[in-house]
């Protein structure tokens, strides 16, 4: 038995001992505990329930029946007896997408298809991704229907005036992008109470002031329901008249939640692209401001238009921006914000929590409406975004885009493609994953669509919560003790107040101290080892943070993980470990494993086994003589050379000579001698088979003589030139004139330097006497005290004549 599973092991690669230990210790099969298939298999998606009867060893307990496909297997489980359902899907509905063409033959609304499949059934396992790609494809002159709702307070009094020619302007444009267009026109003020509006009965008549004629105030008004005439639109917007409130922020929001829960009034289309835009010059009140005048109860969401009128502004508060984000989503409305300039930042941050939505801004009077929503629509249609329905419980869903230019995006960002232009295609892919079973264990429906469209993928959701031998299960079956439970995938599943193992104990009497007895081993005072509990007067092991270590035996006694080590490695890597003893693999012994039968490693490189020098233990060598060692003794650090070993003889048997010449014959004969003529003729490294020594030794006379040393199937072999080479004598009159020679040119050459030196010498001595030779000065000054001999005397009266 331990051989098959060791031969399992070896195929699946997948030895215990090999495992990390993080990989272990994550084990979500062991951790669930589960004591019947259904809940294994909700555990994870690698875990599989054991259905053999026989395949828990003593003291283990059912739960073990669940774990990795691998590690059953490795335990002995055949995969025709292991429980492991896969999930699956099915298309349903798979229409290919609509290549409609403008001015081509025009398509019922419903035939038009822009997201493919429709709809599909997918079987869910718990930790099992279920993955399908959803594709979109844009088509061209797709149906419009859009709604003008506009702020009609007095401070939109030139707006109006241009929006009176809205209809049949825009109806020129719209039919360059589709050839099925609506429009329709709503207004809005604020609520009719204070402070929102002023109620004294003269403003309720004619809020205006100036001498103004205006209309009287009101919430919501729905001027004209979706219409293809163009000249209607103007007609009916043209009647229309400016009314007035207090405050500057509009009643737009109870508007939009009218517009977008009033479908049949307002004539929305199922099968079109709906937009609605929002036009004002001023902010909003939302959720909380109806507290001002006295209304307290939240907006409800509902649809209460009376002759075109909201009627219920008094009652409810105005709605919540994700009350709005949700009647929009529901209701597939794509809404343009066209407002002036001054209001841009607060209508942006909207924008940003109202998916597929766009913000214009809107000139002083609204001229360039047209534009605006023009551009607007362009925008929010070459964007698609993708949203699903809320999910049950457990289940969860991530996308990954494949969008035009071949960019991928993952996450939320996964969720949408941008710059989507006519006739494009995208591609989704959807992950969808549970994480368990239903309470109520029945199949649920979600549904994904493309925010702004009326299609949607509809997806059915079967949840496998149950393995299919649970089906087969026997109820009250003999093996469960008396039938005290039902035997289900290989395991008693016990009636109420039944356990253990076969359902053999009543609950009650499972501390019983009669049944503890049985627990002990050899009278002990340790219940099952300490390894377990005890549980019917049988041992069930406990079981450790590492999967793939258990207890087993009837006291618990045994263990895979307490056997001996070696390189840190359980049985060396060679083995299993079974009750605290390893079971080594073919070609091991030893209590670790680590003794390799294996001659192989011991072979040297000439095909003996430890080079002849000593014998091959556990795959390692171990050299008989100790000055020997390495890997196949074939090294001698500590002993002398080969060469000045075997000196001595090989020079007294092939010359006759040396300190061995008289004893020769006793001590020089453990080799086979060769002689040869010269050094070519002995033998090369490269050419045997066998390792080679090359010497060079030199006798007492300084003659030198050459030979190999090489052992060859234990035998000695020495091959030797048979010619000494001796240095021959020096010659005597070269040496003796070159000494002679040497002498004299050392002697001219210590002459020519000192002829050198004294010539320096002189030269610097005369230059000396030149430079104090110039330096002398003479005084020619007079002597003070010197008087010449000659007297000159001069004649007065000499006048020079």
Known sequence: MELKLLLIATLLG?????????????????????????????????????RHPDFLTQGEAVSSRCDELQSLLIRGCSLTDIENPRGGQRILLDRPVTNRLKGADKLRLENITQIQPQKLAITLRAGEPQSFNLKFKRAEDYPIDMYYLMDLSYSMKDDLENVKNLG????????????????????????????????????????????????????????????????????????????????????????????????????????VTRLLVFSTDAGFHFAGDGKLGGIVLPNDGKCHLENNMYTMSHYYDYPSIAHLVQKLSDNNIQTIFAVTEEFQPVYKELKNLIPKSAVGTLSANSSNVINLIIDAYNSLSSEVILENSKLPEGLTIAYTSLCKNGIVSEGENGRKCSNISIGDEVMFTIDVTATGCPKMGKPETIKIKPLGFNEEVEITLNFICECDCSSGGIANSDNCTLGNGTLECGACKCNPGRVGRNCECSSNEVATEDMDRTCRRDNSTDLCSNNGECVCGTCECKKRDNADERYSGPFCECDNFNCDRSNNLLCGGNGLCKCRECICEPNWKGSACDCSLDPSTCMASNKQLCNGRGTCECGTCKCTDPKFQGLTCETCPTCPGVCIEHKDCVQCRTFGTGEKAERCQEDCSEFSLVKVKDRDGLPQPNDAAYPVMHCKERDANDCWFYYTYAVNNNTKEVHVVDKLECPTGPDIIPIVLGVVVGIVLIGLALLLIWKLLMVIHDRREFAKFEKEKLNAKWDTGENPIYKSAVTTVVNPKYEGK
């Open 168 to 271: 049949t302007n825009l109806m020129q444009e719209m039919t360059k992008i589709t050839s099925d267009f609506r429009i329709g026109f709503g207004s809005f003020v604020e609520k009719t109470v204070m402070p929102y509006i002023s109620t004294t009965p003269a403003k309720l008549l004619n809020p205006c002031t100036g001498g103004l004629n205006c209309t009287s105030p009101f919430s919501y008004k729905n001027v004209l329901k979706l219409t293809s005439d163009g000249k209607k639109f103007n007609t009916l917007v043209g009647k229309q008249q400016i009314s007035g409130n207090l405050d500057s922020p509009e009643g737009g929001f109870d508007a939009i939640m009218q517009v977008a829960v009033c479908g049949d009034q307002i004539g929305w289309r199922t099968d």
């Open 14 to 50: 997948v030895f215990c001992c090999s495992i990390s230990r993080a990989q272990k210790e994550g084990n979500e099969c062991i951790n669930a505990n589960a004591k019947y298939c259904g809940e294994c298999i909700q555990a994870g998606a690698k875990c599989g329930w054991c």
